[in-house]
């Protein structure tokens, strides 16, 4: 089992920055590999971005690039997303995810899953 804890959501400006934390505990945290997504009221979960087991890697959804950096600290088993250049559509509430590999990671297979903090962003 890996338990994963969101923290860092917030109310923000658009235009502004925010950066998400999750912690993880259990199993050996550089064995998966790590994700975010969100998902907004009526709509269907989205990708926004992931990163390898070792961190070297790292991948983005369309909406984001550019403005969002994924990274990880294996030492510390926690992985971060910094959000920059925030727009309304953005607002959501993002989910870690934890998976066997980035590309199960990406598509959504993920093995576990946070709870999910709540990210706003006023115009």
């Known amino acids: 089992q890996v338990q994963l804890v969101e923290s860092g959501g917030g109310l923000v400006q658009a235009g502004g920055s925010l950066s998400l934390s999750c912690a993880a505990s259990?199993?050996?945290?550089?064995?998966?590999?790590m994700g975010w997504f969100r998902q907004a009221p009526g709509k269907d979960r989205e990708f926004v971005a992931g990163?390898?087991?070792?961190?070297?890697?790292?991948y983005y959804g369309d909406s984001v690039k550019g403005r969002f950096t994924i990274s990880r600290d294996n030492g510390k088993n926690t992985v971060a997303l910094q959000m920059n250049s925030l727009k309304p559509e953005d607002t959501a509430v993002y989910y870690c995810a934890a998976g066997p590999t980035s590309n199960k990671v990406r598509v959504g297979l993920s093995e576990y899953w946070g709870q999910g903090t709540q990210v706003t962003v006023s115009s």
């Open positions: 990163i390898s087991s070792s961190g070297v890697r790292t």
């Open positions: 259990g199993r050996t945290f550089s064995n998966y590999a």
